[in-house]
C-alpha cells in the first residue's frame, strides 16, 4: 500500500516579477516500508519536495495523498499534528539544544505532543540508536556521529511511519556517514518508512530506490538493485577475466549492495568539521525579573518618601491664597524634598514595571519554543507579576483611601 502519492505537484515561488518553477507536475508513490533517496542537483527541487511530502509547505497546484488521506487543503492545526506525529525529521545541521542532556533533546517532540511522561519513551528512542549510555550529555559534549544519532532519536520517539532526511552525512566524515546509513538501514528493517535527500551518489546506492530530479521534474525512478546490476554487466563486460570483487576494483565497492560482512559497526565518529553553532536568543527571563524587582523597589520608596511628607502635617492648600513669594517661605523643606523624591520614585517604578512586563511577556513566548526551559518560565512569569504589582500599586493608593472613606460615610444598614 502506498504511504505517499503525489499527482501533478506544482510549486511556484514569486521572486519579484518572475515565477521560479520549483516542482512542475511531479507523480511519485512512496510504498510502506520503502527506503527511497532523492538525488539531483542544486535548486532540481528535491528539497522543496521533501518540505511538501513533511507537511511544511503547500502546493501550488496537485495533492499530496499520505497514508490515504489527502492533506493538500488542510489546515494549519491539522498539518502541525500530523508533523508532530507522523512524520521524523532528521536534518543536516542537527538542529539541537546545546544546553540541555540529549535525553531532553529527544523528548522535545512529546512535549509537543502533550504528552506528561517523556522520560522513557525518549530513553527507549536512544537506545535504538545505540546512545543510551549518553543520555545525560549535553549535545555540545558528543560527536558529530553521536549528535546525528540524538536527532535521529528524536525523529523517531514518537514512532512516525515516516522518516524525513535532509542531507544526513553532509556534517560528518565518510566513515561516520556509513554509520548513519547502517541505522538507517536498521531503522527501516523495522518498518520505517525512510526519504533521504542527499547529493551523494555513494549515499543514494545504500538506498533501496534512487529518484532523479532535475528542473522540478522527475527524470529518473529506479531500483538501486537495478542500477548495480547494470553496472556489474556493464564492468564484467570490460574486463572478462577478472572477477567483480572488493580486493579486485574500488569500482565494485561502490556498486556492490550492503552486506553483514561489509557493514561498519554503528558508533559515533569524529566529525570532518565543527557544526555551525546554534545561536539562540537570550530569554530575557531573568532581566524581567530584576526589572520587576526594581519597579516594586521604587514604589516601596515612593510609598515611603510620600508618607514622610505627609509627617510634616502640611497641607498645600493653605497657600492658595498667600502671595507666591510669601507662600515659598512657608513651605518645609523636609517636605519639598520627600515630594521630589516621591514623584521620581513613582515615574522610575512605573517606568521600570512596564519594561519588566514588556521583557516578560516577549520571554514567555520566546521560551515556547524552548520546552526544557521551565525555570526561565517562573522568571518571566515573576517579572510579569512584579510589574503589575509596580504599576497597580501607585493607583490602588488613591483608589483604596477613597473606598474606605466612602464606606465609613455611608449610613448603616
Known amino acids: 500500500m502506498a504511504l505517499i502519492q503525489l499527482q501533478g505537484l506544482t510549486k511556484h515561488y514569486q521572486m519579484g516579477t518572475s515565477v521560479v518553477h520549483a516542482l512542475d507536475g511531479v507523480d511519485l508513490e512512496i510504498q510502506r516500508g520503502e527506503f527511497v533517496a532523492i538525488t539531483g542537483a542544486s535548486g532540481s527541487g528535491k528539497s522543496t ?6 507537511c511544511l509547505d503547500r502546493p501550488s497546484a496537485g495533492r499530496i495523498i499520505f497514508d490515504g488521506r489527502d492533506i493538500s487543503a488542510l489546515s494549519d492545526r491539522q498539518l502541525a499534528d500530523i508533523r508532530n ?5 532528521v536534518f543536516q545541521t542537527f538542529n539541537l539544544i546545546n544546553r540541555v542532556s540529549a535525553l531532553d533533546n529527544v523528548g522535545v517532540p512529546l512535549f509537543y505532543a502533550r504528552q506528561a511522561n517523556t522520560r522513557e519513551p525518549a530513553r527507549r528512542a536512544l537506545e535504538r540508536v545505540g546512545l543510551a549510555a549518553r543520555a545525560t550529555h549535553r549535545s555540545n ?11 535521529i532519536a528524536r525523529a523517531i520517539v514518537n514512532d512516525p511511519p515516516l522518516l524525513l532526511a535532509d542531507e544526513p552525512t553532509g556534517n560528518l566524515d565518510s566513515q561516520t556517514g556509513q554509520q548513519i546509513m547502517e541505522l538507517f538501514h536498521t531503522l527501516n528493517a523495522q ?8 547529493h551523494e551518489y555513494e549515499i543514494a546506492l545504500r538506498t533501496q530506490r534512487i529518484v532523479q530530479m532535475r528542473d522540478g521534474r522527475i527524470v529518473s525512478d529506479c531500483l538501486t538493485a537495478d542500477l548495480q546490476t547494470e553496472a556489474a554487466a556493464a564492468w564484467s563486460a570490460t574486463r572478462p577475466a577478472k572477477r567483480m570483487t572488493a580486493a579486485n576494483s574500488a569500482t565494485a565497492v561502490a556498486i556492490a549492495p550492503p ?22 536568543p537570550v530569554s530575557g527571563a531573568t532581566a524581567s525579573m530584576v526589572l520587576g524587582l526594581l519597579g516594586v523597589f521604587f514604589f516601596v520608596c515612593m510609598l515611603g518618601a510620600f508618607l514622610h511628607a505627609q509627617s510634616y502635617g502640611f497641607d498645600p492648600a493653605s497657600l492658595r491664597d498667600m502671595d507666591p513669594s510669601v507662600a515659598a517661605g512657608k513651605i518645609p523643606k523636609g517636605f519639598i524634598v520627600a515630594s521630589m523624591l516621591s514623584c521620581a520614585s513613582l515615574a522610575a517604578g512605573v517606568i521600570l514595571s512596564i519594561i519588566a512586563i514588556a521583557v516578560g511577556v516577549m520571554a514567555r513566548r520566546r521560551i515556547r519554543r524552548e520546552p526544557d526551559n521551565w525555570t526561565g518560565g517562573r522568571r518571566a512569569l515573576a517579572g510579569m507579576l512584579l510589574g503589575i504589582a509596580g504599576v497597580a500599586g501607585p493607583p490602588a493608593l488613591l483608589v483604596v483611601p477613597s473606598l474606605l472613606a466612602l464606606l465609613r460615610s455611608a449610613p448603616p444598614g
Open 49 to 54: 519536495l521533501m518540505h511538501l511530502v513533511g
Open 85 to 89: 506525529r507522523q512524520i521524523g525529521f
Open 141 to 151: 559534549e558528543l560527536s558529530g556521529g553521536e549528535r546525528q544519532r540524538v536527532a
Open 191 to 198: 518498518g520505517v518508512t525512510i526519504l533521504v535527500v542527499t
Open 259 to 280: 552486506t553483514a560482512a561489509t557493514r561498519v559497526p554503528a558508533a559515533g565518529g569524529a566529525p570532518r568539521r565543527p557544526p555551525a553553532p546554534v545561536v539562540r
